[in-house]
C-alpha cells in the first residue's frame, strides 16, 4: 500500500472516529471527498507563487506550489495543468475530489478532463 493510501485512510478514519456514531448516508459520503483549493499569492521580493492547498478541519494546507519572478496576476494554463498534474499522483484512485479556484483558473482545458503537459523553460 503506497504511503499516499495510508495517510489517506489515517485522515479519513481519525474524522470518522470524531463522531459519536459511526457516519452514515451523506455526511459518511463528504468524508470520502478530497477539496483542494489553487491561489495565486504575492511571495518574496517581486515573486509569484501558485499553490494547492488540501483542505482539512477548515484550514488549507499546502500540497504543491510553483514559483516565478514577476508581479501577482495570471499564470499560464500550462502552469495550473502541470501543478494540477503533479498532486494528482499524491491522491489514491478511487477519491473523490473537488478543486476550487479563483479567477486565475480562467483556462478550460483543465475542465475537460486529464491532460497532461510538459512545462516549456519559459513558463516555468
Not at 521580493?45 to 495570471?74: D, E, F, N, S
Request: proline content about 7%.
Amino acid at each position: 500500500m503506497s504511503d499516499n493510501l495510508r495517510r489517506y485512510r489515517a485522515i479519513r478514519d481519525a474524522l470518522t472516529h470524531a463522531y459519536p456514531t459511526p457516519p452514515t448516508g451523506n455526511l459518511a459520503r463528504h468524508l470520502q471527498t478530497v477539496v483542494l483549493v489553487m491561489d495565486g499569492s504575492g511571495v518574496g521580493r517581486g515573486c509569484t507563487a501558485l499553490m494547492i492547498h488540501v483542505v482539512y478541519k477548515g484550514r488549507a494546507l499546502p500540497l504543491a506550489w510553483r514559483v516565478r519572478q514577476g508581479p501577482k496576476g495570471h499564470f499560464p494554463e500550462d502552469l495550473h495543468i502541470a501543478l494540477v498534474d503533479l498532486v494528482s499522483e499524491l491522491i489514491p484512485a478511487g477519491a473523490q475530489v473537488v478543486l476550487l479556484g479563483d479567477g486565475e483558473c480562467d483556462g478550460t482545458r483543465l475542465q475537460h478532463g486529464p491532460v497532461r503537459t510538459k512545462l516549456s523553460p519559459a513558463a516555468k
